[in-house]
């Protein structure tokens, strides 16, 4: 498409969402996870199993997460990405 974007990422963001693929961005720090009722009443030992995504502010800041978490690299390979 010759460099043409057909939207930008706020609304991809926004149609995830709408389509229900995915929460709307939340802060692993201050929001913690977004879970089920029971998944927080989970007593069984395991931890349940969340993805989450992280929203780069830029180039620079993927490069330094990328070098500091390896499952940041190998999950994206192992998907072909």
């Known amino acids: 498409m010759d460099g043409d974007v057909l939207m930008g990422f706020d609304e991809w ?3 995830g969402y709408q389509q229900g693929f995915c929460t709307p961005p939340v802060c692993i720090n201050h929001d913690y996870l977004p879970t089920t009722a ?8 395991d931890e349940p199993c969340v993805f989450v995504v992280r929203l780069y502010d830029d180039l620079a800041t993927k490069k330094a997460v990328e070098a500091n ?9 192992n998907l072909g990405w």
């Open 13 to 15: 963001a926004m149609y």
């Open 38 to 45: 029971s998944e927080d009443e989970a007593d069984d030992g």
């Open 69 to 77: 978490h390896s499952p940041s690299v190998w999950r994206a390979t």
